[in-house]
């Protein structure tokens, strides 16, 4: 069994109908007779689409190197300045 959820992407804090997904497969009655019980396991998937999440993650990580490589740059360019006694 699989519960699948899906965030809404109009409304980032909502989430979609949630289903649950069944795999099974056909037993003979003899061996439901014989032996009742049955191996079950359960997963549980979440699913969100991360493009936009990874579009600002890029935007913010650029801006935030060149940020860094200015400062950088001020830095070196004050230290190369100063006089020396």
């Known amino acids: 069994m699989t519960l699948k959820i899906n965030l809404d992407t109009k ?15 056909e037993r003979s009655a003899s061996l439901i007779q014989t032996n009742g019980l049955a191996e079950v396991s359960f997963k549980s998937d979440y699913f ?7 579009k600002g993650t890029t935007a913010a990580f650029i801006a935030f190197m060149v940020i860094m490589g200015v400062i950088v740059l001020i830095i070196s360019c004050m230290l190369m300045n100063r006089p020396v006694l």
Do not use: A
């Not at 409304?11 to 497969?25: A, G, H, T």
């Not at 969100?48 to 990874?54: A, L, Q, V």
């Open 48 to 54: 969100m689409n991360t493009d936009g999440f990874w």
């Open 11 to 25: 409304n980032e804090e909502m989430i979609n109908v949630p289903y649950l997904k069944i795999q099974y497969r």
